[in-house]
């Protein structure tokens, strides 16, 4: 024994032999491998002895056992060990002695050479090197005469009973002599009966295998299941989408130690073989039975893949049958090269590993091109049992084997002894360090791509709607899409911070407000109190309102939904409905979800998209195209886009911000307030839309009619008649955003503005290859055509340059002055909040001139709110501010380009009309040509109480009194109740 350093570790190992040639190998022990050990368990012979001489062969064996039932004679069998070499000395025969009496001594040492000739040739013979498989040779069978019986007459002499003394035998001897005679007598009949059973057997079996043997061939083309991968535009790996993990590799990329190693251990003689091997079959038997268990298999290499691809893994004899037929058809079929080929693309591994590639980067973190001997050699201990030899599972049982194969590979003369000590000496200890900080679970999809979950959940729909499941996971699909991974990681990123954040803001925002709950709900806080002495909501802090939250959840609401069953106080219904909706609970329990996505306004291509938090098994749903919402206010840049180009409406227009109500056919009322109930008077349109101002909203759709605003809806939202008559009701409210659209819609009709107003086509996909290669589609070309077609039709431009140019200008303030301020990302940009009724959805949708993002963020629950003051521009907006400086960050700064030509003229700030002489409040403003007013402003520079009540700006209230008379007014008249009363009564924002 001597020690042995390796990375500054000690071993202690038995001194190596150097000169494999020197002595016998299986007498050598080296590094713990026991070559006498490996003999006795695989029954093998050195490689390099096996090419010298040749075993004895079957019938040697046969003429042994028949040797033994002999009498002493005469005639004596002497048998010589030179080696393993079996040598017989014969007695000169009787005319041999003959000539030696007559001829002297010449003739005497010419029948010794002769018989010293024939010797020499017996050896010649069984030594002859190894011969083909199935060339059997040509053996002269002779009934052996047995000395200790007689034959009988059977009526009459028998020259064979006679030349052995007429002796009597046995009725066992009888029955031998009877069949053999008949044998002898009726040969020929016997041969042909024979060769007709075997070519009725044949056509018989060919027929039966016909199917299997058309399978055969097909191995030509044979494709196995391969990963599907999806790539960004720029060529770099999304995801991976697989059922087996496998890589297909070419015979010339896998290393000859590799090859080496699976025939070490799989198949000794598979180049000698034709497909199934009787000599590892019957090595196999008489291994198990000394062992008394299932120790070995006799199945080669080609066996082993006829029972992968073409047969059933049932253990039954016919199973085995078959699989060795279909082997031979095999070998018969294909080389050797392509047999290794396949098989060793396509066996199990491990860990969920297909094939040595897939293996190779799971258990080493390489190509397999990249292996060196160790690794090699431990690859190929696996296929027998992958989960019982698991280097990461069961190391111990691992290293037992590896010292096997390495072994095995010295004994077929693979490599030297040094080589396979080097070889396991120098892997392990690097190797456990690196499996030690593995998971007892990993498996090939720890190591599976995904580096957008939402993204690549998206294009897996699209391909299984359109191709199938086996499509995805077993064609080996290529999916080069229009994402940009950058701005996906990014968006990711951000998204999953502001969701954490939200849900946590949200989350505390439930009844911390006192003068809330006092004010609106003062009635059925005094009637809880009365009823179960509970105490009021007085003092401020979290403390409290936590105690009433728990006392309310556990205790009260139960109680207060029979109370209301029986006396159907309308008060406490709504009470309990409001608190159900804003359970704190439920938000502990649901987070705050969002959806984010990113188009390419001038392409149509999909370059970021975020269906929500974090993807799971139980959040798979993407809010970016499945979840309808109310955008609110987000919706009005399309609604001012009508009414800019009816040319009824310019961007200096004032409109009268002031209360108001209708009334429908049947007497019932709706009226629509604006953000926390302020009113501004008479305001201009850009500084309307800045400020989200709802009145004027309802205004502009009430002139233009509700016919115009639902087309024009329908048109940017890219939406079809069927879907425009079911989301798009015909009333009044859509003018506040009570439409159902998806984020991707939303996207859509801004990305048209941004565009010049022409049509946009999204798509998140560019082309789809097969595993040949070939381009099966091309949704680029498609979308291409597709535009091409519009264009000629003329149906390309959706709104006038013109309008989408003033909208682009309008839409540019909400960001510098307006509620968007939040969103400016420093370069020029333009967009719009929006936030639906208590605070349940927050919207920011805007542009650059290089790009257009969607963003929403609110509970799935339709009915939770994300909290009092949660707006649009508070929620969402920073967000596509930080994710715009973000995803242009390497993106020259421009601005918008011109698509129309446009009238530039001083106006009135105040009014929008055409400055007096003495109006000294100016600004410049921008108009359709032939649109610009001509009416002068004479009040401009005068301030009469009237006019001063008009020119309040939108942040501006009117007299509080004003407003309660109106109510009152109008109230007084009104019915009770109303059938639309809940329709965007209070659409914030």
């Not at 030509?901 to 929008?912: D, F, P, Q, V």
Request: with cysteine; net charge positive; hydrophobic share 40%.
């Amino acid at each position: 024994m001597f020690q042995k350093k390796y990375n500054g570790t000690s071993f202690r190992v038995k001194r190596p032999i150097n000169d494999l040639n020197s002595k016998p190998v299986l007498k050598k022990k080296y590094a713990g491998l026991n070559l006498r050990a490996i003999k006795d368990l695989f029954s093998g012979t050195p490689r390099k002895s096996r090419l010298r001489v040749e075993k004895p062969k079957f019938f040697t064996i046969f003429s042994s056992i028949f040797s033994v039932f002999k009498k002493d004679s005469s005639k004596k069998v002497v048998t010589e060990k030179p080696s393993i070499i079996k040598t017989v000395k014969r007695e000169p025969s009787k005319e041999k002695k003959a000539m030696v009496m007559t001829s002297g001594v010449d003739n005497h040492e010419a029948a010794d050479n002769d018989e010293k000739k024939h010797d020499k040739s017996v050896i010649k013979r069984t030594s002859v090197s190894r011969r083909p498989l199935f060339r059997l040779p040509s053996i002269k069978f002779i009934l052996p005469r047995f000395s200790f019986f007689r034959f009988p007459s059977f009526g009459g002499s028998s020259p064979r009973a006679s030349s052995t003394g007429g002796s009597s035998f046995g009725i066992g001897g009888s029955i031998f002599f009877i069949v053999w005679s008949f044998i002898r007598k009726y040969y020929a009949w016997i041969i042909v009966c024979f060769s007709v059973l075997i070519i009725t057997g044949s056509i018989f079996f060919v027929s039966y295998l016909k199917e299997e043997y058309k399978n055969v061939e097909a191995l030509t083309g044979f494709q196995p299941n391969v990963v599907t991968r999806i790539y960004d535009r720029n060529g770099l790996l999304i995801s991976e989408l697989f059922t087996q993990k496998r890589d297909l590799v070419d015979y010339e990329a896998i290393p000859q130690n590799l090859i080496d190693a699976f025939i070490a251990l799989e198949d000794n003689d598979f180049y000698q073989h034709y497909g199934v091997n009787p000599k590892g079959i019957i090595r196999a038997f008489f291994i198990n039975i000394a062992s008394g268990r299932v120790r070995q298999g006799g199945s080669t290499i080609t066996q082993q893949l006829a029972k992968i691809l073409l047969t059933d893994r049932e253990r039954k004899l016919t199973r085995k049958i078959k699989e060795a037929c279909i082997a031979i058809m095999i070998e018969f079929t294909y080389d050797k090269r392509k047999i290794l080929e396949i098989y060793l693309n396509q066996i199990f591994l491990g860990h969920g590993a297909y094939g040595v590639e897939a293996a190779s980067q799971l258990y080493f973190s390489k190509s397999v091109s990249e292996l060196n001997l160790a690794e090699c050699a431990l690859l190929a201990t696996l296929p027998s049992a992958p989960n019982r030899y698991s280097p990461i599972r069961h190391t111990k049982r691992s290293m037992g084997l590896h010292k096997v194969a390495l072994a095995r590979m010295v004994d077929l003369g693979f490599i030297t002894v040094q080589q396979a000590e080097e070889a396991y000496l120098s892997f392990w200890p690097e190797y456990q360090l690196f499996i030690n900080e593995l998971s007892p679970s990993y498996n090939t999809w720890s190591l599976r791509v995904d580096e957008a979950p939402w993204v690549t959940e998206y294009v897996r729909r699209y391909i299984v709607d359109k191709f199938g499941e086996d499509a995805v996971y077993k064609e080996g699909l290529e999916i080069y899409t229009t994402f940009d991974l950058k701005k996906q990681l990014l968006a990711q990123q951000l998204m999953q911070e502001r969701l954490r954040e939200q849900t946590e803001t949200s989350s505390k925002l439930l009844f911390t407000d006192d003068d809330f709950f006092t004010e609106n709900f003062a009635s059925e806080l005094s009637f809880i109190s009365l009823l179960f002495d509970a105490n009021p909501i007085s003092r401020r802090g979290s403390f409290e309102n936590k105690k009433f939250n728990d006392h309310m959840g556990q205790e009260i609401t139960d109680c207060l939904e029979i109370i209301n069953y029986f006396s159907g106080h309308a008060g406490l219904a709504g009470f309990i409905d409001f608190y159900r909706e804003t359970s704190g609970t439920d938000r502990f329990l649901l987070p705050v979800e969002g959806a984010l996505v990113s188009i390419n306004q001038q392409t149509g291509e999909i370059e970021a998209m975020v269906g929500g938090s974090r993807f799971s098994s139980m959040n798979q749903l993407n809010r970016v195209v499945q979840s309808y919402r109310q955008p609110g206010s987000s919706v009005k840049p399309l609604l001012y886009a009508a009414a800019v180009e009816s040319r009824q409406f310019t961007a200096a227009t004032a409109v009268l911000d002031a209360p108001i109500m209708y009334l429908d056919g049947d007497g019932k009322t709706w009226s629509p307030e604006n953000y926390e109930g302020s009113y501004s008077g008479e305001v201009r349109l850009r500084r309307a839309l800045a400020k989200s101002i709802n009145v004027i909203s309802v205004r502009i759709a009430e002139t233009i009619g509700i016919g115009t605003v639902m087309d024009y809806y329908a048109k940017l939202f890219g939406m079809d008649k069927e879907s425009a008559d079911k989301r798009i009701n015909r009333n009044l409210s859509i003018a506040l955003g009570t439409v159902e659209v998806t984020p991707l819609e939303m996207a859509r009709s801004y990305a048209v503005m941004a565009n010049g107003g022409k049509a946009v086509i999204p798509y998140g996909i560019r082309y789809i290859k097969n595993r040949e290669g070939t381009v099966i589609e091309n949704r680029e070309e498609e979308v291409k055509k597709e535009l091409e077609e519009l264009t000629k039709k003329k149906k390309i431009q959706l709104i006038e340059p013109a309008t989408a140019s003033i909208m682009i200008s309008m839409m540019k303030t909400v960001v510098e002055a307006g509620t968007g301020v939040s969103a400016n990302p420093g370069r020029p940009a333009a967009g719009k909040t929006g936030t639906t009724n208590n605070w349940r959805d927050a919207w920011f949708v805007g542009f650059t001139p290089e790009l257009t993002t969607s963003i929403w963020i609110g509970y799935d629950s339709l009915g939770m709110s994300l909290g009092r003051g949660q707006t649009g521009g508070n929620v969402a907006a920073p967000l596509w501010g930080a994710y715009m400086r973000g995803a242009l960050g390497n993106y020259p700064v421009k601005d918008f380009p011109h698509y129309a030509e446009l009238e530039h003229a001083i106006i009135a700030r105040e009014s929008g009309l055409r400055p007096g002489s003495g109006c000294t409040d100016v600004m410049e403003e921008i108009f359709i040509p032939g649109t610009v007013p001509t009416e002068i402003d004479t009040m401009c520079g005068s301030y009469s109480s009237g006019r001063e009540l008009l020119s309040r700006e939108p942040e501006d209230d009117i007299t509080a009194s004003h407003k309660v008379m109106i109510d009152r007014e109008i109230g007084s008249t009104a019915p009770e109740e109303s059938s639309i009363a809940d329709i965007g009564l209070d659409l914030l924002d």
